[in-house]
Structures are given as C-alpha cells and as structure tokens.
C-alpha cells in the first residue's frame, strides 16, 4: 500500500470514531483537500449570480434578519467597499455555480444525502442540465456575522471547511437540549453568547450545560455531530475584538473580516437511525396537529 492511500485510510479511520461516537471534532485539512482559496470568491466569475443573503434588520428583537436575494457582486461591494457589517450569504448552492466544485475530504465522502441529489436527479433532471436541489453550500459572512442556534436539518450530520477568516463554535450535546429552550415561552435561545439572552428564561444555561466550543481557522474542517444544537460566530479582525471574543490572537482572522466557508450537511449507515426517528417524531407532531385542526373543525 503507498504511503498516499494509507494516509488517506488512516484519517477516515479516525473520523469514523467521532462520527460513530457522535462528538464534534476539528481535523486539519490535507493539502490535496484545499483546492479551493479565497481568491475564488473575490474574482469577478461569481459576480452575476444571485446568492440568498441575511441582512440585519432593526424589529427590536436581537439578531433578526431579513433574508433577500442579490447578486454575489452587490454582496461584496456591501461588505468590502461600503464596510457594512452582519450580512451573511448562506445555503449558497455553490457546487451549482459551475466554478468552484466542493472537493469532499476523505473523511466524508460516505455521504448518501448528496450523492442522491448530484448523481440520481441530476440525471433524472437532465432536461435542466443540473441538479435541482443539494446539500452542500457556501456560507460568507461580513464582520460580526453570526448563526444562531439550531440543530441541522433532520438531525443530519454536517462538516464546515473554513477557506478564510476563523470561527468559534459552540455546541451542545443533546442531553442539554432542555436548557436551550426558555422556562417561559418554549422558545429555543438564538443567541447563547453572554448577556445576549434573558437568563432567567435559560436559568441552567451556561451553569451547568456542557457545552463545547471550537475556534475554527481556515484550512480547519468541523464536524458536527447529529442532533447537537450549535451556533457560529464568525470572528473579526481586530486584535481587541479578539480579545473580547476570547480567541486570544488575530491569526487566521482576515483584514476584511470575511470569513469563507463550505459545508454539507450528509447521512449515512450510522446515522441514518437518528435521522429515521427526527422525521417520524415530526411527522407525529404535524399528525397531532392535523388531528387537533379536523376535531376542533
Ligand atoms: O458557519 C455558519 O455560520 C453555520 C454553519 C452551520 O451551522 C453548519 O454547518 O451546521
């Protein structure tokens, strides 16, 4: 066996105890993997396309956002040239854009979600030519640009490559899922960070919760296990922010404060159990409340 392949199998290897265990890790990327740069996403190639993009809104409640359609270039010049701060392009479909295609690292090409989507209806659809629909995206944020908490669709797995800037995550294992949701209301915390939320809704948050938090660099891939409540800051670029932030120094962090990422979220044999009983405990809410809807008619 060449020295290559057994590498490869090596650090499949040892993903696969993370993803067996469903705990959060962090792997290095292997040079092979970090085909794609921040220079792609600047260039003028993706300019034209129309990307979904979070815009700040000022309703009163923390952290709302309004979700609109634009093209990448606007994007940019909000961000770049005009320094507006908070938006956050997300769920680009970015293998779709036809220049830059998500090289997989070895650890989870055993994904069944979007081999589905990009091998089997993209040849069903062939009359539109690409696949209507993956789960494999592009996430870029402006300074101060954050992702509230929430688990992945369907209680999926996913992994996030980091191309530029640096991220901190926090996650929760799912033991904890009670403390997230308010004593009040019900409703699930957005914003966990410190004096961002009313804490005697959330009185055992950040007490005695379990939290797990990765600060992620670029060429650094995440993954997140199934069922784990998380949520994402994407970290600024000055050495004070840093500080307050607690990343402790600026490296990785980038001058424009953008910070690049991709993700898929995937399933596969071993948590394809885990996505099986999120869906049917769904389907028995949305059944309950058909039911509820027909007896009170
Ligand atoms: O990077 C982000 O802002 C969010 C990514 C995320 O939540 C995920 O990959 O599951």
Same mark, same amino acid.
């Given at each position: 066996m060449n020295g290559e392949f057994q590498r490869e199998h090596s650090k499949y290897e040892a993903a696969l105890s993370c993803l067996f265990h469903n705990q959060p890790a962090k792997f290095p990327l292997s040079v092979s993997d970090r085909d794609v740069c921040k220079k792609s996403f600047v260039g003028a190639d993706l300019h034209d396309i129309q990307v979904p993009v979070d815009f700040p809104v000022d309703s009163g409640t923390p952290g709302a956002v309004e979700r609109k359609v634009v093209p990448y270039g606007d994007f940019l010049s909000l961000v770049l040239v005009e320094k507006k701060e908070r938006l956050y392009v997300k769920d680009?479909?970015? +293998?779709? $854009? +036809?220049v830059i295609q998500v090289q997989v690292p070895v650890q989870f090409e055993d994904d069944w979600l979007n081999w589905y989507w990009q091998h089997i209806r993209r040849d069903l659809d062939s009359s539109e030519s690409k696949c209507i629909d993956d789960y494999s995206f592009a996430y870029i944020g402006a300074k101060h640009s954050f992702t509230g908490v929430h688990h992945d669709v369907c209680y999926s797995y996913s992994w996030s490559m980091n191309v530029a800037g640096t991220k901190r995550w926090t996650l929760w294992p799912p @033991? +904890?899922? !009670?403390?997230?949701? $308010?004593? !009040? $209301?019900?409703e699930l915390v957005k914003d966990a960070r410190r004096? !961002?939320? @009313?804490s005697s809704a959330y009185p055992d948050l950040d007490v005695t919760d379990s939290r797990v938090t990765i600060v992620q660099r670029a060429q650094e891939v995440v993954f997140v296990p199934s069922g784990w409540y998380h949520m994402v800051e994407n970290i600024t670029a000055t050495q004070e922010d840093a500080d307050v932030e607690g990343v402790g120094d600026t490296e990785g962090v980038e001058e424009d404060g953008l910070t690049i990422s991709l993700n898929r979220n995937w399933f596969n044999a071993i948590n394809l159990q885990e996505v099986v009983r999120f869906v049917l405990r769904e389907w028995r809410q949305v059944r309950i409340c058909v039911i509820f809807e027909e007896l009170c008619l």
């Open positions: 680009w479909h970015i +293998d779709q $854009s +036809d @033991e +904890d899922n !009670k403390m997230l949701f $308010s004593c !009040k $209301s019900g004096n !961002k939320y @009313e």
